[in-house]
């Protein structure tokens, strides 16, 4: 079973504020990722990362940035929220080789 | 570059009917690995395979099934005898490369599998 985990699950902002997304796992992957998924179902990669002090840009541009400075920990901050923002945000983390990803549940962002 | 094409959006069955998903995929590799996943209403990712490149045999799990035909550049996934707890989206994915740092997993669209009662 999957041990990855993401706060909150649901968030209602407004405009302009500065959010952060949590993610941690307690697997000890190297490999973590944040991919945006519309509400038409497509998943965009828009983050990732190979270990602590890597971070590197996904397939989609997004406003978000993203750090790592613990293996477990790759969380992502908006530092001003808007209305094309809103989208579910889906963190996942697997080992360095091409093994299967690990999801987490998931954080529903909707900014008003 | 790297693409995976799920070309239905959504099929709608009637329970115990069987069902295939299907999946296309390019690659310049000839090292990848492909996987599918589930996602249910509750909006986690949920990992069913994982199949790389070298091995085309076909696997079963219980009701599932999945067709990797290289020649053919797909990796298809057949769901027997469906149930209503079968519902969800089903994403094929892809990963180029052997091992290392730099792999990134790309989705399809994903198939949207409703089973009627």
């Known amino acids: 079973e999957a041990d990855i985990y993401q706060t909150p699950r649901y968030l209602v902002i407004g405009t302009g504020k500065k959010i952060t997304l949590e993610c941690s796992q307690t697997?000890?992957?190297?490999?973590m990722y944040w991919y945006q998924q519309d509400p038409g179902m497509e998943l965009h990669l828009i983050h990732y990362?190979?270990?602590?002090?890597?971070?590197e840009k996904g397939d989609l541009s997004s406003e978000s940035t993203v750090s790592r400075i613990r293996t477990e920990h790759f969380p992502l901050t908006l530092e001003s929220a808007r209305p094309s923002h809103t989208s579910q945000y889906l963190c996942?983390?697997?080992?360095?080789?091409?093994?299967?990803?690990?999801f987490g549940q998931g954080t529903r962002l909707t900014v008003v | 570059a790297q693409k995976v094409t799920q070309a239905q959006t959504e099929i709608s069955v009637v329970e115990k009917e069987d069902v295939t998903l299907d999946c296309v995929y390019e690659?310049?590799?000839?090292?990848?690995?492909l996987f599918w996943y589930k996602q249910p209403p509750s909006g986690e990712l949920v990992f069913l395979i994982r199949r790389n490149s070298f091995d085309e045999q076909n696997e079963i799990s219980g009701r599932y099934s999945w067709n990797f035909q290289k020649s053919t550049s797909s990796f298809n996934f057949t769901i027997t005898a469906s149930q209503v707890v079968d519902s969800a989206v089903y994403f094929c994915a892809l990963s180029e490369g052997y091992g290392g740092a730099t792999n990134k997993l790309i989705f399809g669209t994903g198939t949207l599998l409703a089973v009627q009662p």
């Open positions: 697997m000890g992957h190297d490999k």
């Open positions: 990362s190979y270990g602590v002090n890597s971070t």
């Open positions: 996942a983390s697997s080992e360095l080789r091409n093994t299967e990803a690990f």
């Open positions: 690659t310049r590799d000839t090292t990848y690995y």
